[in-house]
């Protein structure tokens, strides 16, 4: 058998290809390609909203939302080594644009630099997250270059879910709160297994998660309800898969896509509920099935069939919300 030749990674200069930060490493971060890349790393759906975004005199380089979650994410860039200027430009985006998450992204991160992070992500809630991601750039040979993240500090409770391990310590979760977080816990970890579409969002002792489907104002939702919505009976229990439009367009969006409901039930491949209440302004497109949410052992099977259709959602009515 011969042997294969095997090429070696090399290390590019930053500067080699991105000679400018504002130039040339911006526009670049702010395509929905890099910044897929980007939220791959750390597990969000970027959606773009502007570039230079001005905060009183001072500009944040790129402003995205969160598309599963709707809430406001600040990226600040430099393809050099931390500096202090650039640590108090965050805190102050993140201030005046009311952001949520916070993504430092730059060659380099210094050790104080990387522990202030991690001192704001100890004494800020859950609710407010602060990335830090060192940026490299890889070849071999003369294959085109290649962009790594590499995060140096993130949230705490990013791979384990503390607030809510501690509420379960002191007892705070009953019944059906403690059903649905361990629910959402193990459906998580089905869809890790077994898909590279659907993004599962962090486990929550409550009825729904919220999944992004690259836009904001509408999300995929995975629903398991110890309520059955047709029935309005307690004796029954549901699960859901829908997609979810909400804000001031809601009810024209989903009216545009009312209109191609034959088109999308035959590419999905069966009958879809069109739900659009006079009284509220968000609107759901949905599946049903009725479960016995207390039979564990059904789980598996529960989790199979909301990842199965919430991928089809996704793949029938992603291309026509981003045409909206």
Known sequence: MSRKELGRLH???LRSVWPSESRD???WLARSENLKALGDVIGLELELVSTEKDVGPFSADILCKD?????????????????????????TY??????????????RFTDEHRAALDWLNEITDESVNFFGLEIELWQIGDSPVAPKFNIVSRPNDWSRDVAVGAARKQGELRG???????????FR??????????????PLPQHWMNIGIGRSGFNLVAIASTYNSETNSAKEQEIRAELLIHGSDAKKQFAALRAQADEIEA???SVLVWHSPENTRSCRIYVRKVVNLFDEKDWPNQHAWLLENLERLKVVFAPRVKRL
Do not use: C, M, Y
């Not at 393809?79 to 430009?89: A, C, F, M, S, V």
């Not at 993140?94 to 060659?107: D, F, N, S």
């Not at 970890?189 to 962090?202: A, L, N």
């Open 267 to 269: 590419e999905f491949g």
């Open 67 to 91: 598309s599963s979650t709707d809430h406001w994410v600040v990226i600040e860039n430099q393809i050099e080594k931390t500096d202090h200027t650039h640590l108090g430009q965050i805190l």
């Open 94 to 107: 993140a201030a005046g644009l009311k952001a949520t998450t916070v993504i430092w992204i730059a060659a």
């Open 25 to 27: 490493f911006t526009p």
């Open 176 to 186: 059906a709160k403690e059903l649905q977080l361990r629910f959402w816990t193990a």
């Open 11 to 13: 290390k590019v200069e």
């Open 189 to 202: 970890e089905f869809v890790r297994e077994h898909s590279g579409t659907i993004k599962p969002t962090k």
